[in-house]
């Protein structure tokens, strides 16, 4: 009777999953990263990036998707052209976003949300026009990031899409660096995303 009663009730849930049209998949891509206020121009910092998700459609054309990835963040500026200025940060990320999507065409659907990061880890050397910042400086930054995150997607089929999106911190991530050549202004997290999707 119990087995009975549990075989109900997982097949209840598997109409209700299926009714409401749940789906789940992966994803991974390269991130292209900057930090504005940090006085230096350009989507410079490549990185990694890959997650899960699921979501659910309300409708055919509206619905929500949830995501857990990693990613790799930053800011970078190159020796070039005479100068031999260098600079180099390394931001790790777990970031859960909420985004509502549109699929507004056949192939093509926006998505926006928020969403919530958690810094790993900071690493790599981190210089400024004076020479390199001590280590406990760049320990500075907030736990948090707090982004709004925009995107465009395209359905290649009924599997795989790809994606590209921007993200920006809407809170600051550190405050300013004292005693440093930097500019004495707060410091956001930029960056422009391009990932292959898989759904299941």
């Not at 280590?135 to 359905?155: A, M, P, T, W």
Request: proline share 4%; net charge positive.
């Amino acid at each position: 009777m119990k087995k009975m009663l549990l075989l109900v009730l997982l097949c209840g849930c598997f109409q209700i999953t299926k009714a409401q049209k749940f789906k789940a998949g992966v994803f991974a891509g390269i991130a292209a990263s900057q930090i504005s206020g940090d006085n230096l121009s350009g989507f410079n910092k490549p990185g990694l990036f890959a997650g899960v998700f699921t979501n659910i459609f309300f409708k055919e054309k509206y619905g929500l998707q949830l995501e857990l990835y990693y990613i790799q963040k930053g800011s970078r500026k190159v020796a070039k052209n005479g100068n031999l200025d260098t600079y180099k940060l390394n931001l790790q990320y777990i970031e859960m976003p909420l985004l509502f999507k549109w699929n507004f065409a056949k192939r093509f659907y926006l998505e926006v949300g928020p969403a919530l990061g958690v810094l790993m880890k900071t690493s790599g050397v981190e210089k400024d026009y004076g020479g390199v910042i001590p280590n406990s400086k760049i320990q500075e930054f907030n736990r948090f990031d707090y982004c709004v995150v925009g995107g465009l997607g395209i359905h290649i089929n009924k599997h795989f899409k790809v994606n590209i999106r921007g993200e920006n911190s809407f809170i600051p991530v550190r405050k300013p660096i004292l005693n440093s050549s930097m500019p004495d202004r707060l410091q956001y997290n930029s960056s422009l995303l391009l990932s292959l999707i898989y759904q299941i």
